[in-house]
């Protein structure tokens, strides 16, 4: 069974600082994994995905992340934070291949110190 | 302007009520899915759909009901069997190749439902 950890329910960070959003999966097949971003109120939007091409993908709005088969992790980071980064982050996983469903981990809400 | 339409974006019901939730999407996608989210839980599958006609319970199914009598649409019903329906719903679509690695979801606004 796949599964999700997300450490850090809550993240603070000042503007201009560096984003370090960590996730933690496991799955039985080799996965694929993604970061999605919620703002308040709203539907999710995918950031970015990794679907066993390179290791460090980027995504939108300059995150990336970089998938690490050994720490079993896929952690999204972003150089510099921008208050329009203010949001909740959620990892999920799935083995795809026609299996679809998607396992969520917990979210992380992300809060941007002006 | 192709995408996913939720309605409506706010919902309230009475206890012992049922209620049933739109998602239309235009994007000629195959699969439907709903979701619930509650704060601090993450996002977990209710219903998902692949195809017209067929659908199939997912990890928290009990309390809801699903039709897919239509591809573009997949509506939701909220019954009074479910013990706690107040939360945020969440419906996305995927096309459906299984020749390709993984056919990625698009989610619609939401609809947050709350019990009085």
């Known amino acids: 069974a796949q599964s999700v950890t997300q450490l850090g329910s809550h993240v603070s960070v000042s503007e201009g600082a560096l984003v370090l959003l960590r996730c933690n999966y496991s799955?039985?097949?080799?996965?694929?994994l993604f970061w999605y971003v919620q703002y308040p109120n709203q539907g999710l939007q995918l950031l970015l995905k990794?679907?066993?091409?390179?290791?460090l993908v980027k995504g939108i709005n300059g995150f990336e992340a970089e998938f690490k088969k050994s720490e079993t992790s896929f952690h999204l980071t972003k150089p510099s934070a921008h208050m329009s980064d203010a949001a909740e982050y959620f990892c999920a996983v799935t083995e795809g291949f026609g299996n679809e469903k998607l396992t969520f981990g917990t979210g992380t809400r992300l809060t941007i110190i002006p | 302007d192709g995408g996913i339409t939720q309605s409506p974006k706010y919902l309230f019901r009475k206890e012992g009520q049922n209620v049933t939730l739109s998602c239309e999407q235009n994007l000629n996608h195959d699969a439907m899915y709903w979701y619930r989210q509650d704060p601090g839980q993450g996002l977990r599958l209710i219903y998902y759909?692949?195809?017209?006609?067929?659908?199939q319970k997912g990890d928290i199914a009990e309390g809801y009901s699903v039709s897919r009598e239509k591809k573009e649409s997949f509506p939701l019903t909220v019954t009074s069997a479910q013990k706690n329906p107040t939360a945020f719903y969440l419906c996305a679509s995927s096309i459906d190749r299984p020749s390709i690695s993984y056919n990625e979801q698009f989610f619609g606004p939401g609809t947050r439902l709350t019990v009085l």
């Open positions: 759909s692949q195809i017209v006609n067929d659908f």
């Open positions: 990794y679907t066993s091409a390179a290791t």
């Open positions: 799955s039985s097949v080799p996965p694929y």
